[in-house]
């Protein structure tokens, strides 16, 4: 997973993302993935519904924060 991440990282500094949303979105796709806790091939649809709704209901949070996971999942699948 760790060359996974390294490559996410890389193509947001490509993107010219700022470093705040770099930060941001490293630290959501960790929270994805220390959630999931499974083998990165494992990772679906359900388990990410899972993570977002845990997040809404478990941890408050709001919704630019949940906006922010969505955003760091999405674009970490995208890229692979």
Known sequence: MTDQFIDFQ???SIRNFSLRTQKLYSFQLKRFLNYCRLNF???N???FKDFI????TENKLSTATLKQSIGAVKFFFAIH
């Open 10 to 12: 890389k193509s947001m």
């Open 41 to 43: 091939k494992e990772i």
């Open 45 to 47: 649809s359900f388990s």
């Open 53 to 56: 709704y845990s997040l809404q």
